[in-house]
Structures are given as structure tokens and as C-alpha cells.
């Protein structure tokens, strides 16, 4: 006997039905910074000062290292935490720039540049509903990779009395039970801002006192104006805080090598120990070839990071110089990395409507305040890393549209009305 079953047929509805989307990734904010790169495609024509990369490249001793790895059929999969080499050179960059010893055999990791780095450190000590504290504003990266490790980001406005440095009372007030680390940023991304060793000091204090981590993003630590100062003081560098320290690393600014992906964790031997099993299982291993660039880079000359440092001082005073003369914008005098945070309140256009209308009116590309968190809002980030005459060009224009918004009628307001309405 045979028994005849009818296929069933599925319903339109059930065949035009999409499969679900995780609803946790509604929650990743995508970077505003990139959305700024998608308008500024419309502009050929545009002045852009929202990329954050210098306008050098590797240099050529990097770029032949690189070549001859190649050649020299270096091209397998790597230990995970990255090739001795590429360990033993970050350890001695370190020792000799920051001043601070690790063992490159249990203490650094190789990564796919800095950002899968802060992925990593998040990921060895945050589980869901954990809090982080962020102080803002920040990077783009630290909110939204941070909710991918289902922990909750809890943002510490930066102060301008404090001249946008961290600070450790109000770090402290923002601890809860379910705080597990604290992102530190210094020289900071948008700001500029250098956090001083003595309040570093002070934040270590509350670290220990709560036994909670600290992530250090230090990518930006030789670009500090300082008068004999090379490198950014380190938080991993306070007595008693380099075993609760993560401190992410990259070689992007540092040696021009944005497009080669390379950075590394330094941190306490537990840690790389378990973000070397996820990397494991997401990667395999780091680019060789940018691994063998990146020894080279690490362990060779470093004229070029006095250059590049002496370069930028410059460009900041081109900024300087150019909103000097504005009644209308002001900025707190950066201190390190490359960035200006312009304050645009006075033109009453929120940060979005300030950054679209400038690049279509003046085809000038800066990247909204509020992109790096609401406490940016009233704020504008402009980049001086790139050509020096086109900056000079591009502060002009973002001056002058400032002041054509706030003063429709040229000569209408005075300086001194200006300033006593925004007091009021």
C-alpha cells in the first residue's frame, strides 16, 4: 500500500517573508564620521579637513621591509599574538618611548589595527550588562563596540573648564556596581586634549579604589606640543596600574600606515591570553606582510615622528590664527593628536544642519560635533593633518560662514555685542 502525501505549499505571504535580523545590531550607531566620507563623494570640488590620517605615507624603509617579506615567501599564517619580531620591537618602542617594560612573549598582541584592538580588550572584561564608562566626547568606536559586547556605555561629559581633560571626580561619580573599565583617551579624539600625569594619577586612585580596568587609547601619544615633551603620559605608567591597564596601540598615526591595518594590545598576561583565543577565532592570525612592515617601522628611525609632530604644531597655528579673528567660533587650544573641536553654538544651526550647509555652501568637510556623541553637540571636528594651504583656504571659509550666519548684514553686530549675547 502506498501512501500519496501532497506537498504543501507554502503561502505567498510565507514565501515572500524575509528571515529576522539580530534586533541587537539595531542598537550599533553607525560612525558619523563615515557618513560625512559618503557626502563629501557629492563635492568633488571640497575643501575635506574630517579625515583623520596623515597625508604622509610609510616610509620607504617600512615599504621595503614590506616588499622584501614578500619576496622572501613570508606570507603564512603567524602566531596569533603576531611574529616574535613584530612583539620584541613594540616592547623596546615602548620601553624607550613611554618608558614602560612588557614582555613581548606574554604582554602584546599583534592586531588588525587599533579598533579590533579595543574590540578585544572590551570583549576580555565586559559581559552583557556590564557598564563602561566613556568619557565624551569620544571616538566613534568606543559606544557603538561596546554595545557589541552587550555591555551599556555610560558617557562623562568632558569639561570645558577642565579644558576637555579627563577627570577623575567626575569618572568616579559615574561608578556603579556593574562598572567594569573606564576608556581613557589622551592626547583625545575629537578634542585634542592631553591629560596630565598628575590627574592620570588621580584616576588610577579611583581605578584601584573600585578594581575596575583601564583601556588606554594611546594612538595618538608622540603628537603632544608641549614644550620637551615627546609622548603623552600613559596611565599604565602610575604605580600600581600597568597589571589593570589595557593600552590599545597602532601604528596608523604614528608612521603614516592607516591603510596597512597594523596595531597592538599591551596588557597584563591574563588578558592577551584570552583576547589571543578570540582573535584566534575571528582571524586566524594578522597580516604577515604588515606585521614585517610594522617591525620595521617600530624599530627603525623615528626623525619622522619629530617632523610630522613639528608639522602639525604648525597647522595648529594656522587654526589658531584663523579663529583668532572670528567673533563668532571658539576653541580650546588642543594639546596633542591632530584635531580642532570648534565651538559653533553661537551660529544657534545644531551640528548636522552647521556640517551639511558649510560643505554645500563652501564646499568645506568637517564632521559634526554630535558624531562623537551627544556632548559634542554645538560642536564641529575639523582635521589639520592634510595640506597646509588647503587648510588655511578651508578655516577661512568655515569663518566666514559662521559669520555670515550669525551677521546676515555685514557689519550689523559688533565683537563686543557678540560676546556680551553669548554671556547672556
Known amino acids: 500500500m502506498h501512501t500519496i502525501t501532497t506537498p504543501i505549499t507554502p503561502s505567498i505571504a510565507c514565501a515572500t517573508a524575509m528571515p529576522v535580523i539580530a534586533q541587537h545590531i539595531a542598537s550599533i550607531p553607525r560612525s ?230 597594523i596595531g597592538y594590545l599591551l596588557a597584563p598576561a591574563q588578558i592577551i591570553e584570552h583576547t589571543g583565543t578570540i582573535a584566534e577565532l575571528m582571524q586566524s592570525s594578522v597580516n604577515a606582510t604588515a606585521q614585517y612592515a610594522g617591525t620595521a617601522a617600530l624599530a627603525g628611525p623615528r626623525d619622522h615622528i619629530a617632523a610630522m609632530r613639528e608639522d602639525y604644531r604648525v597647522k595648529r597655528q594656522i587654526v589658531l590664527d584663523e579663529l583668532a579673528a572670528s567673533d563668532v567660533l571658539s576653541l580650546i587650544e588642543p594639546q596633542g593628536a591632530f584635531y580642532a573641536f570648534v565651538d559653533i553654538r553661537a551660529t544657534q544651526l545644531d551640528s548636522q544642519d552647521f556640517a551639511v550647509r558649510l560643505l554645500h555652501d563652501e564646499r568645506v568637510a568637517v564632521v559634526p560635533g554630535d558624531a562623537f556623541g551627544h556632548e559634542g553637540a554645538g560642536f564641529a571636528r575639523l582635521s589639520y593633518a592634510g595640506d597646509a594651504d588647503e587648510l588655511r583656504e578651508g578655516v577661512r571659509r568655515l569663518r566666514d560662514f559662521a559669520e555670515r550666519i550669525c551677521d546676515p548684514l555685514p557689519g550689523s553686530r559688533t565683537r563686543a555685542y557678540h560676546r556680551m549675547g553669548i554671556m547672556a
Not at 136 to 162: D, I, N, Q, W
Request: with cysteine; aromatic share 8%; proline share 7%.
Open 32 to 261: 558619523g564620521i563615515r557618513a560625512v566620507f559618503d557626502q563629501v563623494e557629492a563635492y568633488p570640488d571640497a575643501i575635506s579637513l574630517c579625515v583623520g590620517e596623515p597625508s604622509e605615507t610609510a616610509a620607504p624603509h617600512i615599504v621595503d621591509a614590506a616588499c622584501d617579506s614578500i619576496r622572501r615567501g613570508q606570507t603564512k599564517y603567524t602566531n596569533v599574538l603576531g611574529i616574535e619580531e613584530f612583539r620584541e620591537a613594540a616592547a623596546r618602542y615602548n620601553l624607550e618611548a613611554k618608558g614602560i617594560r612588557y614582555d613581548p612573549a606574554k604582554e602584546i598582541q599583534a592586531t588588525a589595527g587599533a579598533t579590533f584592538a579595543l574590540f578585544l580588550a572590551l570583549k576580555a572584561v565586559a559581559d552583557p550588562g556590564d557598564e563602561v564608562i566613556i568619557p565624551s566626547p569620544f571616538f566613534t568606536s568606543y559606544a557603538a563596540e561596546t554595545l557589541l559586547c552587550g555591555a551599556k556605555p555610560v558617557t562623562v561629559a568632558l569639561r570645558p573648564e577642565h579644558r576637555m581633560q579627563l577627570n577623575a571626580d567626575d569618572i568616579e561619580a559615574a561608578i556603579t556596581p556593574r562598572t567594569r573599565a573606564v576608556i581613557i583617551n589622551s592626547p583625545g579624539n575629537p578634542t585634542g586634549a592631553v591629560t596630565p600625569h598628575e590627574e592620570l594619577e588621580r584616576i588610577a586612585q579611583v581605578c584601584m579604589r573600585h578594581n575596575i580596568w583601564a583601556i588606554s587609547d594611546e594612538v595618538y601619544h608622540p603628537f603632544v606640543f608641549a614644550d620637551g615633551m615627546d609622548a603623552a603620559p600613559s596611565i599604565a605608567n602610575v604605580d600600581g596600574m600597568k597589571e589593570r591597564t589595557i593600552v590599545v596601540e597602532s601604528l596608523s598615526k604614528t608612521f603614516a600606515m592607516t591603510g596597512w591595518r
